[in-house]
Every structure is written in C-alpha cells, then in structure tokens.
C-alpha cells in the first residue's frame, strides 16, 4: 500500500509564499507522475501542476510563473513552491501520485494540506 502525506500549508498574507510537500511511503514500486491538486471553498478538485518521472511539468494557466513543481526522487519526494500568493489560492491542496508495482498501476492520494491567503 501507498501513503501520500501532504505538508507545508499555512495562513499567509498576501504576496507571501509557502513550499509544500508531497511524501510518499510504503510499496511505492515507480513513480510516473504526482500531481498537485487543489479544491477551493465551494468548488470543485482542480488540477494546479504535474511532474513525470523524466521531469517534464505541466501547469494549470493560473498559476504559471507564480508555482514550481519539482521532485526529489532519493526522497520520493515532490514539492510545490508557490510565490506571489493570491487570496484566490486559497484551498486545500492535495496531492496524487501515480506509478506501478509489479506492473500493476495504483494512484493514491493524500489527505490535503490546507492554504490560506489573507488580503
């Protein structure tokens, strides 16, 4: 079984900036790609920002310029630095990590980390 743990979320003002963390434990087998999700009040899941396994990323137009996804994969680890906060980037932000083991896919998701932006 995979665990995803998310940390790093906080209150921040505006302008502030935050890194979170994405960990990943247990059977993981390989790592193809982790995705930084995030649900805002009200809304729906949305998908922020993906790294593969090559480290190619790919970033949801709102966030770009603004978001960094990268991976530490001696720590099956993948981070989400974020500068210029919005108080529209408020949401819980989780994460999805998606890879094989044994040759059989799995995806499994953390519990989310909470951002707060203050105006």
């Known amino acids: 079984q995979v665990q995803v743990v998310e940390s790093g979320g906080g209150l921040v003002q505006a302008g502030g900036s935050l890194r979170l963390s994405c960990a990943a434990s247990g059977s993981i087998g390989d790592i193809n790609i982790v995705g930084w999700y995030r649900q805002p009040p009200g809304n729906g899941r949305e998908l922020v920002a993906i790294i593969t396994s090559g480290g190619s990323t790919t970033y949801t137009d709102s966030v770009k310029g603004r978001f960094t996804i990268s991976r530490d994969n001696a720590k099956n680890t993948v981070y989400l630095q974020i500068h210029s906060l919005k108080p529209e980037d408020t949401a819980v932000y989780y994460c999805?990590?998606?890879?094989?083991?044994?040759?059989?896919?799995?995806?499994?998701w953390g519990q989310g980390t909470q951002v707060t932006v203050s105006s």
């Open positions: 999805n990590v998606k890879g094989s083991r044994d040759g059989l896919p799995y995806g499994a």
